[in-house]
């Protein structure tokens, strides 16, 4: 199910950053929607793969998603569960691996991290691809979301908005304060068993709270906006 969930959401959310408004028939698809072109390249000595329509298309700018993966799982795997590629058109789809393959974590802000992220961009021009700066999207699950949650937050120059499926908000005295980010998208389920182990609603409310510190309103007053599905999720802007 959340599967079809981050399948689903992040399409209207990158959408609306691209377009400027919301698509309120946020589970619909693109006609004709799917990248068939994968490559695999080298960044920084780690795998990215790679997904984009089968033409070059070097004169178009492309917007360029993103997808992070969680604890112990490959970037081919993440790419063969989400599947995130077959909703997309006209767009580049990246799937990264951490530093140590199928890693347990992120780096956060490790220089090599740091590097790593900033090089995505020339990689995909190096790839034949013209990358859109202005539609440059982070999103992830689980440990990739957190690690999405923080890159769209200390490298807005990178990242223009980010979306995480059940994960909050990791390390904040990391996070740069003065920094605003971007419009963030945040798939929680309350009755998730992990997300309990790592705090549960008190992560979630920690979670809303930082990315909602410049809020004029107050950190304090929840998404800008929620919408309950089924039982057990809901999908928030903040």
Not at 4 to 15: E, G, H, N, Y
Not at 64 to 81: K, P, R, W, Y
Not at 97 to 120: C, H, N, Q, V
Request: proline share 6%.
């Amino acid at each position: 199910p959340y599967t079809t969930l981050f399948r689903s959401l992040l399409p209207c959310f990158l959408l609306r950053q691209s377009v400027g408004h919301w698509l309120y028939s946020w589970w619909s698809v693109p006609h004709h929607a799917g990248l068939s072109r994968q490559l695999e390249l080298s960044v920084n000595n780690r795998s990215v793969l790679l997904y984009a329509p089968a033409s070059r298309l070097r004169s178009t700018l492309l917007p360029v998603v993103v997808v992070l993966h969680g604890s112990s799982v490959s970037n081919f795997e993440m790419a063969d569960t989400t599947r995130y590629h077959e909703i997309m058109e006209s767009a580049v789809v990246l799937y990264p691996e951490t530093r140590i393959p199928k890693g347990l974590k992120w780096d956060y802000d490790a220089p090599w991290e740091t590097s790593f992220f900033k090089a995505l961009p020339g990689a995909v021009a190096e790839a034949g691809y013209n990358a859109d700066p202005s539609r440059f999207f982070v999103v992830g699950h689980s440990a990739g979301g957190s690690m999405s949650l923080f890159l769209q937050n200390n490298m807005p120059e990178v990242f223009q908005a980010g979306a995480a499926v059940e994960a909050g908000v990791g390390l904040v005295n990391k996070w740069q304060n003065q920094s605003s980010g971007g419009p963030v998208l945040v798939v929680w389920n309350h009755n998730d068993p992990v997300l309990q182990q790592f705090g549960g609603e008190a992560l979630y409310n920690t979670t809303l709270t930082q990315l909602r510190r410049h809020d004029p309103r107050g950190a304090t007053t929840g998404p800008s906006h929620a919408t309950k599905i089924g039982r057990a999720s809901c999908r928030e802007r903040v």
